[in-house]
Antibody, heavy 121, light 110 residues
Framework: QVQLQESGPGLVKPSESLSLTCSVS??????????WGWIRQPPGKGLEWIGS???????SYIPSLMSRVTISVDTSKNRFSLSLTSVTAADTAMYYC?????????????WGQGTLVTVSS | QSALTQSASVSGSPGQSITISCTGT?????????VSWYQQHPGKAPQLIIY???NRPSGVSTRFSGSKSGNTASLTISGLQAEDEADYYC??????????FGGGTKLTVL
């Protein structure tokens, strides 16, 4: 059973960069059947897809964050990462990593437990 | 990229059926079969309950069913149980090669 686990700082200062890693266990990130994505949820609000990547590094991002976000993959460590630059209080959210079946169009069928990131000085 | 439209809340009594709607456009829900539904209990990660409009992952109760008509997708929960009380989110693939979620619907079991 594939499991995902987010890790990274819980507090980031405004204007700095947010960096999170999602470690995948119980299966290989090298899969032609899956993409790997990041989704966030501000406190008390709904879900927002940030972007997804496959093991070859082919990625897709939400247009509103495209200038600030990078998702990368490290197949040697079986993990993928999120980088978000120039953060503001609006980026405060629970950040989830998830496995996406088949492609960017597919459903998120496995989720990490989430990690709360607060942007504050 | 606009979020899909869901009603903010819905309620029902145990044993009843309820339907949650998710309205998009001809560039997302109306165009693709890639509509999914997620259930999220408080403090927990979302869980996939419906994919490709009407398919249930293994282990998901048959009380959950999905459908689509035009630009609107629907999730029906039959035989409501107390454990069904949660937030429900729809999502769709879009013509911009992105994913969009609905704003979420809070289900209260009376």
């Amino acid at each position: 059973q594939v499991q995902l686990q987010e890790s990274g700082p819980g507090l980031v200062k405004p204007s700095e960069s947010l960096s999170l890693t999602c470690s995948v266990s119980g299966g290989s990130i090298i899969s032609t059947s899956h993409y790997w994505g990041w989704i966030r949820q501000p406190p008390g609000k709904g879900l927002e897809w940030i972007g997804s990547i496959d093991y070859r590094g082919t990625s897709s991002y939400i247009p509103s964050l495209m200038s600030r976000v990078t998702i990368s993959v490290d197949t040697s460590k079986n993990r993928f990462s999120l980088s978000l630059t120039s953060v503001t209080a609006a980026d405060t959210a629970m950040y989830y990593c998830a496995r996406q079946r088949i492609a960017v169009a597919g459903p998120f069928d496995r989720w990490g437990q989430g990690t709360l990131v607060t942007v504050s000085s | 990229q606009s979020a899909l439209t869901q009603s903010a809340s819905v309620s029902g009594s145990p044993g009843q059926s309820i339907t949650i709607s998710c309205t998009g456009t001809s560039s997302d829900v109306g165009r693709y079969k890639f509509v999914s539904w997620y259930q999220q209990h408080p403090g927990k990660a979302p869980q996939l309950i419906i994919y490709e409009v009407s398919n249930r992952p293994s282990g998901v109760s048959t009380r959950f069913s999905g459908s689509k008509s035009g630009n609107t997708a629907s999730l029906t929960i039959s035989g409501l149980q107390a454990e069904d009380e949660a937030d429900y989110y729809c999502s769709s693939y879009t013509s911009n090669s992105t994913v969009t979620f609905g704003g979420g619907t809070k289900l209260t079991v009376l």
